[in-house]
């Protein structure tokens, strides 16, 4: 059952920046080249600036789920999360210099027409296969987020939230293409951050200042950075949450469709370099903030859980019910609390939809199209498919958005998803820049072992249920909260114990999903395009500009090793000429 109301302000707040999005799509709509080409509708002529494109990289995956996710994630577990903020450090110099330059220099509308350069078709058709699937599972959770958040703080039913929320980023994401989705992304970018800050803003203002904050989070034991466990089933430690979020960082930012289709939009290599750099501390900023305001919402239900006083069904409400708890003396705050979740969410879908209708148009629509035709489809006819495309993702986002209440926490369930797909995905393109020795049928083989034991393990179970620091209802005044409490404090005085039903791999941390799925590919994939090649059965003809097999074609490489691998082929040739020179001579 809802737990408040909004106000006026509140509701007034919330419409006008649904139509401000909606505005920006109709803008872009009728302005500039009017939408009319691939070329702009997909890729945003080329044209855009650093600033967006930064915004926009952060907003597209840390959305709803990370303002809902993160803060909960320390309001329940602590504070060890934060050290994956050293992971997106480590990673961003990989994405920005081994991954990005490939891409630049093809400058395709699909990323996965690297693969078919490099492997083939049928390996380009199985990664889009595998990149669509993943993207559609995680617009359901993106969407269901804030139609979770509005259920808890009004009394619009959650059904109600999400096909509003679902329409309106179909509406404008549709119409306005990338350029929409894009400046929309830089709006309500700002309105995160805002709805954070306001949550903090007030919690500190109860609670007289942010030493209050820290002090009773140390005191309550949310204050965690020293799990350097080597168990890989505990759920956080160092070493899972910087190998864990290197590769979930560098399968979103270093080959996912949708970071690239944003990356290439600008003018040149070193602007796209620079708006990855620029979305690191914009990311990291995020990060922190939210990590504390999941601290600043513990301080003020310290002493009485919502969950645990029956007020709430789950604690991904949390956030939601303490701006409703807290924020009704401000007019139209509670609203831009809400905009905010709603506008992180927006951006999230907006992406996933440009990304999807672009892989479509380019990884089925127009091969499909050639082969029943015999001859390509051009990009005038190819437009209106496309936004065809895009409003049908949209639907089938909102259909998915009711069934993603069943897949737990969401921000564990979103790692999961990018877990048990991006690992074998980052996996290919690996081998495809960095490796010459491997073939298409070694690298599919890999790519669909991997899958196969990352979705076993990343949706199999039973598994067990992540075990939370203690809360307290010793404030609280009903009676029924009370004896809820006492049954908990029952239940966490005793030592956890592993149920033996359990399987072991059932019970690794959802963090290390990526990291196993990738290593398989990766071994699974270089080792068999060597057995095969050996014994004739797999060749190797892409990588090649010649019949006859000895020049080798560098930009399919990562630049410090196609650079490498040049200076030792003009070494060979001038040792070579050197050799029949002498000869010669003699």
Avoid at 138 to 161: K, Q
Avoid at 231 to 242: Q, Y
Avoid at 284 to 290: D, P, Q, R, V
Wanted: hydrophobic residues 50%; neutral net charge.
């Amino acid at each position: 059952m809802p737990v408040g109301t909004f106000d006026a302000w509140d509701t007034a707040v919330l419409i006008s920046i649904l139509v401000i999005s909606a505005l920006i799509g109709i803008y872009y709509r009728y302005t500039g080249g009017k939408q009319k080409t691939t070329q702009e509708y997909l890729m945003a002529d080329q044209s855009m600036t650093t600033f967006p494109v930064s915004f926009s990289l952060m907003a597209s995956f840390m959305s709803a789920i990370s303002l809902m996710g993160v803060s909960n994630e320390s309001y329940e577990f602590g504070t060890m999360f934060c050290v994956i903020n050293i992971a997106y450090v480590l990673s961003t110099p990989i994405a920005a210099y081994l991954f990005l330059p490939v891409f630049y220099r093809m400058r395709t509308t699909s990323v996965y027409e690297y693969l078919e350069r490099r492997f083939g078709q049928a390996t380009r058709l199985s990664a889009s296969l595998a990149f669509t699937v993943q993207m559609i599972l995680y617009m359901g959770i993106a969407l269901y987020a804030p139609a979770l958040a509005l259920e808890a703080v009004t009394e619009i039913p959650r059904s109600m939230a999400i096909v509003v929320i679902g329409l309106v980023c179909t509406f404008y994401s549709t119409l306005g293409g990338l350029k929409a989705v894009l400046i929309t992304d830089v709006f309500q970018s700002f309105l995160m951050f805002a709805a954070i800050y306001a949550v903090i803003a007030v919690s500190a203002i109860k609670a007289g200042g942010f030493a209050a904050i820290w002090e009773v989070a140390v005191e309550r034991g949310r204050v965690q950075f020293d799990d350097f466990s080597l168990d890989p089933t505990v759920r956080h430690t160092w070493w899972s949450l910087i190998i864990g979020g290197m590769v979930t960082y560098l399968s979103l930012y270093g080959v996912n469709q949708t970071q690239v289709q944003r990356l290439l939009s600008v003018r040149n290599l070193r602007s796209a370099q620079s708006a990855l750099w620029w979305n690191l501390p914009i990311l990291g900023m995020l990060s922190f903030s939210t990590i504390f305001s999941g601290l600043a919402i513990f301080y003020y239900y310290r002493d009485c859980d919502p969950v645990l006083e029956h007020r709430i069904e789950k604690r991904d409400q949390v956030m939601p019910l303490f701006a409703l708890d807290t924020m009704g003396q401000y007019p139209g705050l509670c609203g831009l609390f809400v905009s905010g979740i709603f506008s992180a969410s927006l951006s999230t879908i907006s992406s996933a939809v440009t990304s999807l209708s672009a892989v479509t148009l380019e990884d089925y629509l127009k091969p499909l199209y050639k082969a029943i035709f015999k001859r390509t489809l051009v990009d005038s006819q190819s437009t209106l498919p496309t936004k065809v495309v895009a409003c049908i993702f949209g639907l089938l986002c909102i259909g998915l958005a009711f069934v993603a209440g069943s897949m737990g926490g969401v921000l564990q369930a979103s790692l999961t998803i990018f877990g048990v797909v991006g690992g074998p995905l980052l996996a290919v393109f690996t081998l495809g820049v960095c490796t010459t020795r491997t073939n298409q049928r070694g690298v599919l083989l890999g790519f669909l072992v991997s899958l196969m034991v990352s979705f076993w393990m990343g949706f199999g179970g039973p598994k067990p249920k992540p075990v939370t620091l203690e809360f307290s209802t010793s404030g609280c005044t009903n009676a029924t909260a009370l004896l809820a409490h006492a049954i908990e404090l029952g239940a966490n005085s005793s030592p956890v114990v592993i149920e033996p039903h359990y399987f072991w791999l059932y019970r690794i941390s959802y963090m290390w999903l990526s990291v196993i799925g990738f290593l398989i590919a990766v071994v699974v994939g270089y080792g068999s395009s060597i057995v095969l090649a050996h014994f004739g059965w797999a060749e190797n003809s892409e990588i090649y500009l010649d019949k006859y097999q000895k020049q080798l074609d560098y930009d399919l490489f990562a630049p410090i090793l196609s650079r490498r691998w040049r200076r030792q082929a003009e070494q060979r040739n001038n040792l070579a000429q050197d050799e029949t020179l002498t000869k010669l001579t003699h």
